[in-house]
């Protein structure tokens, strides 16, 4: 069943965290997971910034295949709520300073953490995506339809936000930008906002992200 791309795409960006499986070392032949914070990178890949001293970076380093659930906050029936399972490969990255920006700007609080040596970021290649978006609603993705999502380069999304920052930095704080939508945290609290007619043109996201803030009802 054909299923739509762009839920799994706001669901990288509304959740904070997810269940990391990956390959057990000690217990060979089991999956161990554990939840992990993440923040999609400009292609919306999830990007992990973990020890190396850590149970999952171990089994990562020894098999890089890995499953990733993200799952949509849904009160106490977590079945009725959208989720997506990302299957693919957590490798190892160099981060660049402009990556490493937008990652503490959704998880300020690791800041810290970047003097330590032991601590590296990682990044999950998708190579398949199972999304469920609710009843009668469940297909895979295919890697290719994954990476025909367009990307914001990140020197772009950096200038946005200086823009929208003049602005709304009063009552807000804008944690992300893409073609697609707005990362946002207020009140302590994650919010995603949509564009409706996304992907939007780079040359059009200032103008439809000031649109979209200044409905917001914050």
Not at 124 to 140: D, S
Not at 188 to 208: I, V, W
Request: with cysteine; net charge negative; charged share 25%.
């Amino acid at each position: 069943m054909k299923v739509p791309i762009e839920i799994a795409l706001h669901l990288h960006h509304q959740v904070g965290y997810g269940t990391l499986a990956t390959h057990s070392t000690h217990l060979p032949g089991y999956p161990f997971a554990t939840i992990l914070p993440f923040v999609p990178d400009e292609n919306h890949c999830p990007l992990f910034f973990i020890s190396q001293l850590a149970e999952h970076t171990k089994n990562l380093l020894a098999d890089p295949r890995a499953s990733f659930l993200i799952a949509q906050p849904n009160g106490e029936d977590v079945q009725t709520g959208a989720r997506v399972t990302v299957a693919g490969e957590v490798r190892r990255i160099d981060a660049s300073d402009g990556l490493v920006a937008r990652y503490l700007r959704y998880h300020p609080e690791v800041k810290q953490l970047l003097e330590f040596g032991d601590f590296a970021f990682f990044r999950l290649e998708p190579a398949r995506l199972r999304l469920i978006a609710g009843f009668g609603q469940a297909g895979w993705i295919e890697e290719p339809a994954w990476k025909a999502i367009s990307p914001l380069s990140l020197v772009q999304e950096s200038e946005l936000l200086e823009a929208l920052d003049v602005q709304f930095a009063d009552r807000l704080r804008v944690l992300g930008l893409d073609k697609y939508g707005i990362d946002l945290l207020l009140h302590g609290k994650r919010e995603r906002l949509r564009f409706s007619d996304a992907p939007l043109a780079p040359d059009e996201l200032e103008k439809a992200a000031r649109r979209t803030l200044e409905a917001h009802p914050s």
